[in-house]
């Protein structure tokens, strides 16, 4: 690491040492930019690093919403407004227990260089709260993403901020949050992406961040001589990026022996019937271990992290961070697992992604690997611009073309700045170029 990186990330643990998925993310970053750096002196002098590393704006708030029991609650809201450098703020918002300043600043810092590397004009962003939606009615849910974008649409704006789902947020709750929007404000406008498809929603949003991770995923694998047919495929999550990644990595020729939830996995040498979790997940809201009622050949095992340990090709963590630790990753390797695709943000701890590396498996990093989702999101933003629907092939053909540049870039910034088949460096490299460019572009804000 050059002195200047060292320096703003030693200054970082100063000033936000208590948040450690942000150092952690930071960490990551910035021990591969040196490279940048060496080329680039005049970065320091405009103080890059340090603004790169700060957000724009962190807004939080008080979510107050009254339960179905007529009780007061009150929740805690997040927008943090990480880098608008090459566009307006772009990204999602996470409703889950555990969400905090340090959970939201990771994810926006990680925004930015994943929106980046889509070549869209979106800049970054991430919001949330720490509202748990698991076990609330739907009118719970409403009267919560009422209040919340009752604060909330005071910064946001189709060409200021547009957020758009997470873990937690799917379609339900951007219906509500739009629908709060438009009455506040009157209007009609692409302030989120992820809408239903009656109101200004794109085809292919649900599928597009699970389509291209395995978009990603294949051309790693043809870049390095290998293919997704005849493959065994261990996903985790049952969400929404692990549902359509499963549904397209099958059609790719990928057997996908075994997804989970926050409870449990469960394990089908058949196949995952991907029909059956869809109908758990997205209609009946239920846990997945109710999977083996419809599928009795299949075994569910309490607990999450027990998924790694079964003999894979390809991994696909789609659930949450830091859900592959090191024991997971050694687990994976001894069982010759050959590709691993980020489908979550960053789900492999720091000393993860370093086996990884060493043992020369294919890792493709979450930035690039879980872009496919924002992408289709700012063209939802285009097609509302236009005042226009595209089919479901010419969005989805889009994104096959955004994610195979993707990996075109970061393989070339990896051949170029680090070493060849770093995707971990290529990703963060070719990401900070584009952004660097435009901050030094607009002078020292
Ligand atoms: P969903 O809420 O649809 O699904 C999340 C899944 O992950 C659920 O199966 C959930 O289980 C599991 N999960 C969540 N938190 C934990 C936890 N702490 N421990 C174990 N399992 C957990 O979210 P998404 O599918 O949208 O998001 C999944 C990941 O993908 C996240 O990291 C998100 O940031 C990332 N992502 C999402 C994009 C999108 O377009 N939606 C785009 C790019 C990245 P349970 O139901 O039990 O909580
Ligand atoms: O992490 C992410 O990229 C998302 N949750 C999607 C963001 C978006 O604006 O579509």
């Known amino acids: 690491m050059s002195n200047y990186t060292q320096r703003v990330l030693d200054g970082l643990k100063e000033r936000n040492g208590d948040q450690k998925e942000f150092i952690q993310a930071a960490t990551e970053i910035l021990t591969t930019l040196q490279p940048v750096i060496d080329r680039h002196p005049e970065y320091e002098r405009a103080g890059l690093l340090e603004r790169y590393v700060e957000p724009e704006r962190a807004i939080l708030f008080r979510v107050p919403w009254?339960?179905?029991?007529?009780?007061?609650?009150?929740?805690?809201g997040y927008r943090v407004q990480f880098n608008s450098a090459i566009g307006p703020y772009k990204g999602g918002l996470r409703l889950h227990p555990s969400v905090n300043l340090s959970i939201i600043k990771f994810l926006g810092?990680?925004?930015?260089?994943?929106?980046s590397l889509t070549g869209l004009p979106i800049g970054g962003g991430k919001g949330g709260s720490d509202f748990d939606p698991k076990g609330k009615s739907d009118n719970e849910v409403m009267r919560f993403c009422q209040s919340f974008m009752t604060e909330l649409y005071?910064?946001?704006g189709?060409?200021?901020?547009?957020?758009?789902?997470?873990?937690?947020?799917?379609?339900?709750?951007?219906?509500?949050?739009?629908?709060?929007?438009?009455?506040i404000t009157g209007l009609y406008e692409g302030v989120l992406t992820g809408k239903g498809l009656t109101y200004g929603g794109s085809l292919a949003r649900k599928e597009a961040t699970g389509y291209g991770l395995c978009y990603l995923t294949q051309a790693m694998l043809k870049a390095n001589g290998?293919?997704?047919?005849?493959?065994?495929?261990?996903?985790?999550?049952?969400?929404?990026?692990?549902?359509?990644?499963?549904?397209?990595?099958?059609?790719?020729?990928?057997k996908v022996v075994a997804m989970s939830d926050s409870n449990g996995y469960v394990y089908d040498p058949d196949g995952i019937k991907l029909d059956v979790v869809k109908q758990l997940k997205e209609v009946e809201r239920k846990?997945?271990?109710?999977?083996?009622?419809?599928?009795?050949?299949?075994?569910?095992?309490?607990?999450?992290?027990?998924?790694?340990?079964?003999?894979?090709?390809?991994?696909?963590?789609?659930?949450?961070?830091?859900?592959?630790?090191e024991a997971s990753a050694k687990a994976l390797i001894a069982?010759?697992?050959?590709?691993?695709?980020?489908?979550?943000?960053?789900p492999s701890t720091l000393e993860a992604t370093a086996a990884f590396q060493a043992a020369k498996v294919l890792f493709a990093p979450a930035k690039a690997a879980n872009a496919g989702g924002v992408a289709v999101s700012a063209l939802e933003m285009s097609q509302n611009s236009q005042r226009l629907s595209w089919t479901f092939e010419e969005v989805d053909a889009r994104l096959k073309g955004i994610m195979e540049g993707i990996f075109a870039k970061i393989d070339a910034a990896a051949k170029e700045y680090a070493t060849p088949g770093d995707y971990v460096a290529g990703a963060n490299i070719a990401g900070f170029l584009k952004v660097a460019e435009a901050m030094m572009a607009q002078g020292a804000v």
Do not use: F
């Not at 009254?66 to 805690?76: A, P």
């Not at 810092?109 to 929106?115: A, F, G």
């Not at 547009?162 to 009455?183: F, H, S, T, W």
């Not at 083996?292 to 659930?319: F, H, M, N, Q, R």
């Open 66 to 76: 009254i339960d179905d029991q007529g009780q007061v609650q009150v929740n805690r």
């Open 109 to 115: 810092l990680e925004q930015v260089l994943k929106n």
């Open 154 to 156: 005071r910064h946001i």
């Open 158 to 183: 189709k060409d200021v901020d547009v957020p758009a789902g997470d873990i937690g947020v799917g379609g339900r709750e951007i219906g509500y949050l739009y629908g709060q929007y438009k009455r």
């Open 226 to 254: 290998m293919d997704v047919p005849g493959s065994t495929v261990v996903i985790s999550g049952s969400g929404n990026v692990a549902i359509y990644a499963c549904e397209k990595i099958t059609a790719m020729g990928g």
């Open 287 to 325: 846990r997945i271990k109710e999977y083996v009622s419809a599928v009795p050949t299949a075994t569910y095992t309490e607990g999450c992290k027990g998924i790694w340990t079964i003999p894979c090709d390809i991994a696909l963590p789609c659930a949450t961070q830091n859900e592959i630790d």
């Open 335 to 346: 069982n010759g697992v050959k590709a691993v695709g980020e489908g979550a943000n960053m």
